[in-house]
Structure formats: structure tokens, C-alpha cells
């Protein structure tokens, strides 16, 4: 498949020491939420409606109206917030990996589902370079989120998503994407 989307940095793979680990909550899923991205509200000229505008580069930008609530957003809110309330940890997995496949499928190139290559693009984020997620977090739609996760005392970055970290204080190890 050809996949459009998400801009992901390639990380600096090293061990690291006394780090912190932020990390936004259904962030795709939320940004799709903010900005009412939905091919049901998707402006394809020029309108008075009030709108939220995405530039995707110098000259191209998506709309989408800001009211009412799109039906894939409206979707996705249900199924965060349906998440927040599961205390069963596969439950809550499961979830999690609907949701994120709302965001996936829109990129996929050919899709038989619900490719919407326009929504991919507009769901792209910005790093801001702060430290307190607080902070962070309201420089965002709601409901966009940055949340602290964790404080490790060492932490092995080896590829994108796939890390080993020692909890400081517990003296626990946390495993991501790697096989142990």
C-alpha cells in the first residue's frame, strides 16, 4: 500500500539517563476530534461556513466545517472515551487499536474502507519543544493531550517505538516493541 500521513522523526538512538517520557493520549484520534475531520464536513470550495483550515503545504490546505460534529470525530470521542472508563487491560488495547485504525486507514492509497487521503495529511502534527505537558496541552485543541507517562532512570531508544527504560525508583523494567 501506498500511505500518506503522519510525519514521524527518525529519534537519536542512544542510552540515555534520567529522562522523561511524554507522550500524547489517542493523539491522531484527537487531532482528527479538533479539527472536525470527517469526509462528512469536508469543504471542497471556497465557503462562508466557519471552518477549520489545515495547510498542508504553501499551496494546498483542507477545510472542515467546525460545526456540527463530524460522524467519524463523533466515532472517535466514543471510543476514547469508552477507553478511559475500561479498567481490562486487553479491553482497553482494543480500543486504542480501533481507534488508531480510523487515522490509518484514511492514508492508505486504494483503500476499500475509508481512504480519505485529505484527512491523513490535515491530521499531521507539529512538535512543540516544551517540557511540562501541562503547558503543552493548552496550546492544543481539545481534546489533544500531552501526558507525562514516566521518569526513567536509564532508557535504551533502539528504533522508533521500540525502547527499554528502568523506572527510577521502582527499579522496574519497561519493555516497548521489543521481545524480551
Not at 503545504?57 to 472517535?76: I, N, Q, R, T
Not at 512538535?127 to 496541552?137: F, N, R, Y
Request: proline share 3%; aromatic share 12%.
Amino acid at each position: 500500500f501506498e500511505y500518506e500521513g503522519a510525519i514521524i522523526s527518525n529519534p537519536n538512538l542512544e542510552l540515555y539517563k534520567w529522562c522523561s517520557l511524554l507522550d500524547f493520549s489517542s493523539l491522531y484520534p484527537s487531532v482528527m476530534i479538533s479539527h472536525n475531520t470527517c469526509y462528512s464536513i469536508f469543504i471542497k470550495r471556497n465557503s462562508n461556513q466557519p471552518c477549520f483550515t489545515m495547510q498542508i503545504s504553501d499551496k494546498k490546505s483542507y477545510m472542515f466545517a467546525k460545526e456540527p460534529l463530524g460522524l467519524v470525530p463523533s466515532m472517535l470521542r466514543t471510543l476514547i472515551l469508552k477507553r478511559k472508563e475500561v479498567v481490562l487491560e486487553r479491553r482497553q488495547l482494543a480500543l486504542k487499536i480501533s481507534a488508531n485504525f480510523v487515522y490509518g486507514s484514511y492514508g492508505i492509497r486504494n483503500s476499500l474502507y475509508l481512504q480519505f487521503i485529505e484527512g491523513a495529511k490535515s491530521t499531521r502534527t507539529i512538535t512543540l519543544l516544551v517540557c511540562i505537558s501541562d503547558e503543552v496541552s493548552k496550546e492544543f485543541h481539545v481534546p489533544v493531550k500531552l501526558e507525562f507517562e514516566i521518569v526513567f532512570e536509564t532508557f535504551l531508544l533502539i528504533t522508533k517505538k521500540r525502547y527499554i527504560g528502568l523506572i527510577a525508583v521502582e527499579r522496574k523494567m519497561i519493555y516497548k516493541g521489543v521481545v524480551v
